[in-house]
Nanobody, 123 residues
Framework: QVQLVESGGGLVQAGGSLRLSCAQS????????MGWYRQAPGNERESVAL???????NYADSVKARFTISRDNAKNTVYLQMNNLRPEDTGVYYC?????????????????WGQGTQVTVSS
């Protein structure tokens, strides 16, 4: 199965910046889209940013103009640059990828999640 590992979370003051990374590993695969989600305590998981295989991006209204999602296809890695962070950005950030992977000479669909990385923004 395709595996995702996030890194880059931490504690930052309001107005600061963080850069999250999500590295993909596993069998040969094609990625349809990758995205970042977050979940604050007591809240449901919500979509933050999405990038398609063609490079089209989409952002939640709350992070537009502050967050930037990007991909390095050569490194099988997706990034989330987060600027001007706010306390309400606090939560566990999860990486998601969906596509197809090669298994015993057959293509199979996958929808994988990383383990999550904590982002805490202090006021």
């Amino acid at each position: 199965q395709v595996q995702l590992v996030e890194s880059g979370g931490g504690l930052v003051q309001a107005g600061g910046s963080l850069r999250l990374s999500c590295a993909q590993s596993g069998p040969i695969s094609t990625i349809n889209h990758m995205g970042w989600y977050r979940q604050a305590p007591g809240n449901e998981r919500e979509s933050v940013a999405l990038i398609t295989s063609g490079g089209t991006t989409n952002y939640a209204d709350s992070v537009k103009a502050r967050f930037t999602i990007s991909r390095d296809n050569a490194k099988n890695t997706v990034y989330l640059q987060m600027n001007n962070l706010r306390p309400e950005d606090t939560g566990v950030y999860y990486c998601n990828a969906a596509g197809r992977y090669l298994n015993n000479f057959r293509w199979k669909d996958f929808d994988s999640w990383g383990q999550g990385t904590q982002v805490t923004v202090s006021s």
